[in-house]
């Protein structure tokens, strides 16, 4: 069993570098970069990794396509602020080395970091992410935001026990600016082409609900001032998003 770990990337040259190491057991790194205007692909190069550079179509699209060009048919799935764990590489590495693969696919649990914090509340955690898999069993959903791979049925799909590190926020004004110019106009955009419209009841009413649900009925609170921050964010997503969609909504009719 080969695998092929696959990275798509867009200026990330402060983060690429770790996560290329966290992966550089697999027999094949490929990086998909996004056109970046700074050092991503000469520092992925120097570590070995090949670079395909294409222009950004979506993240389902662009995860589709290195998943199609990775030389192996087993693919190790990697976002450039993602590591995999010592842990974890030992656990696929078990898996790699065994006589038969005892699954299609593997889901493992994503452990994220807010501002330097683990989390493990606030909905955020295990957060199972299906990041290894057969490409003959399994493709990219095409959809805007929260992209997922969708497995044949009858595939045979387990669960690792160790996580995949994710680091995800460092300030306050990298999330606002994430939900503002990514999450928000892609979940909107979702949520209209799937035919979901707001009204001014869910406008009024997203903010607060989103808050209440992250911070008291998923437990946010016991992640401390973090969790605080991040319940605050989600009443900001999910009233920005209701904002973008009634603004979709306006221009079509």
Not at 105 to 119: C, E, N, S, V, W
Not at 120 to 135: A, E, I, S, T
Not at 201 to 230: E, N, V
Not at 232 to 241: E, L, N
Request: aromatic share 10%; net charge neutral.
């Amino acid at each position: 069993m080969k695998i092929s770990a696959v990275l798509i990337a867009g200026n990330e040259e402060q983060k690429i570098g770790d996560a290329i190491r966290s992966v550089d057991w697999a027999d094949e790194v490929l990086v998909i970069d996004s056109e970046s205007t700074d050092r991503t692909r000469e520092i992925a190069e120097g570590l070995g990794a090949r670079v395909i550079v294409r222009p950004w179509p979506g993240f389902s699209a662009q995860k589709q396509f290195g998943t199609d060009e990775a030389a192996f048919d087993w693919v190790l799935s990697l976002d450039a602020d993602e590591r995999i764990s010592p842990k974890l590489r030992d656990e696929i590495l078990a898996i790699k080395h065994a006589a038969e693969p005892s699954a299609d696919g593997y889901k493992m649990p994503r452990l994220a970091y807010y501002m330097g914090r683990p989390i493990r509340y606030c909905g955020w955690y295990p957060d199972w992410q299906l990041r290894l898999f057969d490409r003959g069993k399994g493709r990219w959903k095409d959809v805007l935001v929260h992209e997922s791979v969708e497995m044949q049925p009858g595939a045979v799909i387990e669960k690792l026990k160790n996580n995949i590190i994710h680091l995800t926020i460092d300030t306050p004004a990298g999330h606002r600016e994430m939900i503002e110019k990514r999450y928000a106009p892609l979940a909107a955009r979702q949520m209209f082409d799937d035919g979901r419209r707001t009204s001014g009841l869910r406008l009024a009413t997203a903010a607060p609900i989103a808050f209440i649900s992250t911070y008291f009925l998923k437990l946010g609170f016991l992640d401390g001032a973090a969790g605080y921050q991040i319940s605050r964010f989600a009443a900001f997503h999910a009233r920005r998003k209701h904002e973008l969609l009634r603004d979709l909504q306006n221009s079509d009719g």
